[in-house]
């Protein structure tokens, strides 16, 4: 490898804050939020135009899918974002406009309907975007749009801050706190963190997700009420979810396949999200991609690019051997990839497969979540309102002080990865992070050394379920 020599510079310094959270995904938007709210200065900087992260640049609305009647939920910021949406003609009520008496029938006994309303709302990623807007500038957070850490500042063995590049140039921005919402741990990583990171072939897969219009959708949905998937249709389950309705879509694309109209080493699996009266289903999450390593800029250059030759193959498929289809267009393209799995730190404590799967409850809770495992071929759903706690020693890394990490590279076992990167649990890892920030800094101790049952405490009055 060949290198060239930086001459030294002086940094100028743009910003000195509090609490610095980088990365405005749903992590990372919750982290901000809980510390602006218990009342300390917050810079929130996202290396895009627009904050939420999946939801925005991925289209993925679907927070709370594994919603069901029986679901113990975790309250707090994840829950809120669903309200606000709603307030603001932000989301769409997926199983309102459904009239097949039978099929109504069915969802209720499956417990996704309850008087005949949905257990869950889908956010409109676009108007997402700005419901996100709106959240940060109440909260009194300053908005960093267009920026991306690069590396960080370190005095002994506690970060002090971040550099950054942008239009602006290079600059540095100083913080007392600063918590790692990046998904991959970039700053974590930069700052000496340990951590681990699967071989990039047992990295779960990354996703380009896209929309169509231009369909007839009572059509379409006589065709899913007719030709229903089940849920242990694409994962090994605990057995009560093996017969549970699910949005999976693999038969047209097994034809054109067969056909000889999608290569045969491609594998093109949907799940469609929701739908709106103007004809769009305005999410598929169809196009996975294995083998990619997102913290390495060559696999994602290419999993871009292949990624959307995918979606036409895709939709050409749909035209043709799905009803209801016949006069779709391609609507649109995820902005950016979404990515499951990278860098996972070592932290005080690591979350298990055992831990998730038995209802585990810890003193130094920080929050709830459904028991909600999904991938590596297994699919767990929070049907009977079982839940674990998530401790705060996953979100504490080892060696560095004053960092803390929230979101899908919080420290656990492989499994348990299949939970925590959901985003209910990022958001429930965010609002917990941006709450010990904050309290760390009034008590004027270091993140690991916080009082816990202060942390407690200001969780419950931004209304997450602790225990």
Same mark, same amino acid.
């Given at each position: 490898m060949k290198f060239v020599e930086e001459s030294p510079k002086m940094t100028p310094v743009l910003r000195e804050t509090d609490v610095l959270v980088l990365g405005g995904g749903p992590a990372g938007l919750s982290a901000a939020l809980a510390a602006a709210r218990e009342g300390v200065d917050t810079i929130l900087v996202e290396r895009f135009g627009c904050f939420g992260g999946v939801i925005t640049q991925s289209m993925i609305g679907t927070i709370a899918w594994y919603r069901y009647a029986k679901t113990v939920d975790a309250g707090g910021i994840g829950l809120e974002f669903e309200k606000r949406a709603k307030e603001m003609n932000g989301s769409i009520n997926i199983l309102g406009n459904i009239k097949n008496k039978d099929m109504i029938a069915t969802l209720e006994q499956e417990g996704l309907m309850? &008087? =005949?309303? %949905? !257990?869950?709302? @889908?956010?409109? !990623? /676009? @108007? +997402?975007?700005?419901?996100?807007? /709106? *959240?940060?500038? /109440?909260? $009194?957070?300053? %908005?960093l749009l267009h920026c991306?850490?690069?590396? @960080?500042?370190?005095?002994? &063995? !506690?970060?002090? $801050?971040?550099?950054?590049?942008?239009?602006? =140039?290079?600059r540095a921005i100083l913080a007392k706190r600063v918590i790692d919402a990046t998904g991959d741990a970039d700053i974590a990583y930069l700052s000496g963190v340990p951590f681990r990171k699967s071989p990039k072939n047992e990295l779960m897969e990354v996703t380009v997700n896209f929309g169509a219009s231009g369909i007839n959708i009572g059509k379409f949905l006589m065709y899913v009420y007719l030709n229903p998937s089940r849920i242990g249709d694409w994962g090994e389950t605990s057995g009560k979810? /093996?017969?549970? +309705?699910?949005?999976? *879509?693999?038969e047209p694309f097994k034809k054109a396949k067969e056909a000889g109209e999608i290569p045969k080493n491609v594998d093109i699996e949907s799940f469609w999200t929701n739908y709106t009266d103007a004809g769009e289903i305005t999410s598929f999450n169809g196009i996975h991609m294995k083998n990619i390593d997102p913290t390495d800029v060559w696999d994602l250059t290419k999993a871009e690019i292949d990624g959307r030759k995918r979606v036409l193959w895709a939709i050409k498929a749909l035209k043709k051997y799905t009803p209801g289809f016949k006069k779709a267009r391609l609507r649109t393209i995820g902005s950016s990839l979404g990515t499951r799995e990278s860098r996972k730190i070592i932290g005080e404590y690591e979350i298990t497969e055992n831990d998730i799967r038995n209802q585990a409850r810890f003193e130094d809770s920080i929050g709830i979540c459904p028991e909600f495992i999904d991938g590596y071929g297994i699919a767990v759903m929070p049907t009977t309102g079982r839940y674990f706690q998530v401790p705060i020693g996953i979100i504490i890394p080892q060696k560095v002080e004053n960092l803390l990490v929230a979101g899908r590279c919080v420290a656990g076992d492989k499994i348990s990865h299949a939970a925590t990167r959901q985003m209910c649990c990022c958001m429930v890892t965010g609002q917990g992070a941006g709450v010990v920030a904050a309290v760390s800094i009034k008590e004027n101790v270091p993140c690991r050394q916080v009082s816990i049952p202060r942390v407690q405490e200001a969780l419950k009055r931004q209304g997450v379920r602790i225990a």
């Open positions: 309850v &008087n =005949g309303e %949905p !257990t869950y709302e @889908v956010l409109e !990623t /676009e @108007v +997402f975007k700005h419901v996100a807007d /709106e *959240l940060v500038q /109440e909260a $009194g957070i300053t %908005p991306i850490a690069v590396d @960080v500042v370190m005095e002994d &063995n !506690t970060i002090k $801050g971040v550099i950054t590049e942008s239009k602006s =140039g290079r979810e /093996e017969d549970s +309705f699910t949005t999976y *879509l693999v």
